[in-house]
Every structure is written in C-alpha cells, then in structure tokens.
C-alpha cells in the first residue's frame, strides 16, 4: 500500500471516529428538564395549558412593611405590604438576577426584566407568604424574561407581616423586613 493511500485511510478512520464520539457525545446530553409540576398546587394558581415551564429561580431575601393606618376602619394600623427585595438563583445555586419593587419587578442578569399583574394567590403554609399567580407585563430589554407569559411562586418560607412587633398608632410610620423564600416559576408559551 502507497504512503498517500495509508495516511488517506488514516485520516478517514480518524474522521469516523471523531464523528462517532462526538456523535455518543451528543447523544448523552440532555436539555436540562425541569422536574417542577404544578398538579398538587391549588388550581386558582395553576397555569393554563399551552404553556412551559422556561425557568426556575429560588427567590431569599427580605419582605418590608410599614405600619399604617388600616383601610376603611378608622383608629386601627396594621402592617401593610411595601416590597420585595431578594436575590434569585437558579436551581445549581448560582445568581441569576434579583427581584424587588415596588412595582414588583423581576430583572434577570443579561439585564431582561418585568412586572406583571397579580391574577390569584392561594393559601400555602401557616407563617408564609400565599401561593401567588401573575400575568407577567412585556419584558424590557433582550434575554431571559422576553416572551414569559406567566410567573408562579412556590414552595414558600416565611415572609408574612411580623406578629411579634406591635403595629400601633404610636408606631405608624415605621417600617421593618421579614426574611422569607420562595420558587419564582417563569412560564412561556409553547411554539
């Protein structure tokens, strides 16, 4: 056999072999799948169909509210809801983008962000926040967020309005923050 023929036939069976672990490479990758289902949620916040899930994020922070005058009952305070202020990760852990308001907003790190409108909230465990369902505003910007259609928050840990500081008229005005946690459940259509 000719030096030419020998180093053609090399380099032949070195392509197919390439080809063929690149190929056994390929095949064992996977799109990462997301193992979250909403069936045992409550149905006012599941997401209809034709929808899927695009992105899960673990939400921990703080939760603010201020002491104010009760609506409609003159004479009595109560804390009120002000506003978020947590970092979101995604499920390795790693920081992904932040979530705060007022308004609520969600901004991803690729600078992405939206708002959005609450649609319904569901009782979740005692000490925490409600299982919360919004249609989320047109994003701003190009990444992550653009085309979400629907956020849900899940699995919740605190964040409710303290019971052990007293919200009294002699206190209106003053604010504090709850820690809490929660899953921000990003959802698009599907194409």
Not at 46 to 63: L, R
Not at 111 to 127: N, Y
Not at 128 to 154: E, F, T, W
Not at 161 to 171: S, V
């Amino acid at each position: 056999m000719s030096t030419t023929r020998f180093a053609y036939r090399l380099a032949a069976f070195a392509a197919v072999t390439s080809a063929a672990a690149l190929l056994a490479a390929c095949g064992s990758m996977k799109s990462p799948a997301s193992n979250f289902s909403q069936a045992s949620l409550p149905a006012p916040i599941q997401v209809p169909a034709g929808h899927k899930v695009a992105w899960e994020t673990v939400g921990s922070g703080d939760i603010t509210y201020e002491c104010r005058d009760k609506a409609n009952v003159p004479g009595q305070t109560e804390w009120v809801f002000v506003g978020p202020d947590a970092v979101l990760k995604d499920r390795s852990g790693k920081t992904v983008g932040r979530y705060y308001g007022p308004p609520a907003t969600w901004e991803a790190n690729d600078g992405s962000k939206l708002t959005a409108t609450q649609l319904a909230v569901a009782p979740s465990s005692p000490g925490s926040l409600p299982y919360q369902l919004v249609k989320a505003n047109p994003a701003m910007g190009a990444g992550a967020l653009v085309d979400v259609s629907y956020i849900q928050r899940v699995a919740l840990q605190g964040g409710v309005a303290p019971a052990d500081k007293p919200c009294t008229t002699a206190t209106k005005g003053q604010k504090t923050m709850v820690k809490y946690q929660a899953d921000y459940i990003f959802w698009k259509p599907t194409m």
